[in-house]
């Protein structure tokens, strides 16, 4: 009878150890997790920082847009442009003038280009209203036709297009990188909200 309960004794400790092992265990992946994910939106709020006072610098008309618009999103791409096939993928950010929310979203691109080289740029876009805004939100976009910003960096380090209607109530600037490429593109790109970061 003693055997049998200082078994049950041992048994339950053992239980109760590997329970306590395996919620530690949980609790500091939850954490290294939440790390990742922290340090991704620390980056992306970043790169909406830079992208707009690059957009500024090369663009001050911008401002007032942005400000006066439903919502805008700013996006940076870093992709790889070999031969004729393009690759890449980004981070942004979507951001509800009205309500002052703010959504995380990826890119993802794979499409035909040609030339070869790192290509990175800033894509912004303004929103004129809830409609496109929300679509956009919830339903993405997807470029499927070329959109091209051609690069001559000059003085200022950074390159615009002519703000590019891309939709009704919707406005595209690319701006690229000095020295990292000759021409910005959203060929076969698709922007999606990120569940990961939000």
Do not use: C, H
């Amino acid at each position: 009878m003693i055997t049998n309960i200082k078994f049950s004794v041992i048994i339950s400790s053992f239980l109760l150890l590997f329970l306590t092992m395996g919620l530690t265990t949980s609790y500091a992946q939850d954490s290294k997790d939440q790390k990742k994910i922290n340090k991704q939106r620390k980056k992306i709020q970043n790169g909406k920082t830079k992208g707009l006072k690059e957009l500024y610098k090369v663009e001050p008309s911008a401002k007032a847009k942005i400000a006066n618009a439903y919502g805008y999103a700013v996006f940076t791409n870093t992709g790889v442009n070999l031969f004729v096939l393009s690759s890449g993928n980004g981070k942004g950010l979507l951001i509800n003038n009205s309500t002052g929310k703010q959504t995380y979203m990826k890119m993802i691109s794979f499409g035909a280009g040609v030339g070869i080289g790192l290509k990175s740029y800033y894509g912004i876009f303004i929103f004129d209203n809830s409609e496109v805004f929300n679509n956009f939100l919830d339903n993405g976009w997807s470029a499927d036709g070329q959109a091209d910003a051609t690069a001559d960096a000059g003085d200022t380090g950074a390159s615009v297009s002519a703000a590019m209607n891309i939709a009704p109530g919707v406005i595209l600037y690319q701006i690229a990188d000095k020295g990292l490429a000759a021409q910005a593109t959203v060929q076969g790109t698709k922007f999606l909200v990120d569940n990961d970061l939000n």
